[in-house]
């Protein structure tokens, strides 16, 4: 295998390192609270079911009736006092309330200043995955650098490569800045 090929497949795997970045970004801010109900949000929530720690999908439905409204239905009745101790640990900033046959959550509107809070840590998020898309360049550089140095890679081949690599970056960094911009605007109910 040439030194071309090895460093192409360096891109690949780069390209496939900072999709799977964007996607765990898109995943985090999913779960992030914004007002709205979202089912995400409910994602960790684990319950003790006969001894072992199982996901809250796992034993009940989750559905929306309103924006700001969970409902969640046991498929298993027993289970339900176990779900309203997990929804209180899990700290939504809403009491579960629980009817007997399903389990009510009401999200309690955003304040102002929450809503800014939020802001910043979108904000912080997006910085952060920022970061690590550069740290994933940088390694790819260093890689078309080190095969300059070995000979495997002629001069116009490297810089070719870290062309490829720096629009890759700059690509997925707009990205992140494009999920973030949504982002605020569904924290301020833009």
């Known amino acids: 295998m040439s030194g071309v090929e090895s460093l192409n497949s360096v891109i690949g795997k780069l390209e496939g390192a900072m999709s799977e970045r964007l996607q765990k ?15 995400l949000m409910l994602e960790s929530v684990k ?6 720690a199982t996901p809250l999908k796992q034993v009940a439905a989750i559905s929306i009736p309103e924006a700001r409204v969970f ?8 289970s339900l006092s176990e779900i309203e101790k997990a929804l209180m640990k899990a700290d939504l900033g809403a009491q579960p309330q629980n009817d007997g046959k399903l389990i009510r959550l ?6 102002e200043e929450r809503r800014k809070e939020m802001v910043k840590i979108v904000r912080k998020m997006a910085e952060e995955f920022r970061v690590a ?3 994933d360049r940088h390694e790819a550089i260093e890689k078309i650098k080190k095969a300059l140095k070995t000979r495997e890679l002629g001069e116009d ?8 690599v720096q ?10 800045d494009e999920q973030a ?5 569904e924290v301020l109910g833009l």
């Open 133 to 135: 898309i550069r740290s």
């Open 25 to 39: 970004l898109a995943k985090e801010y999913s779960i992030l609270r914004t007002g709205r109900a979202n089912p």
């Open 167 to 176: 629009k890759m970056t700059d690509a997925h960094i707009k990205k992140v």
């Open 157 to 164: 081949d490297a810089r070719d490569l870290e062309g490829r």
């Open 106 to 111: 009401a999200l309690p509107a955003m304040t």
């Open 47 to 52: 319950i003790d079911y006969y001894g072992t």
């Open 71 to 78: 409902e969640v239905r046991p498929w298993d009745p027993s």
């Open 181 to 185: 911009a949504l982002k605020e605007k």
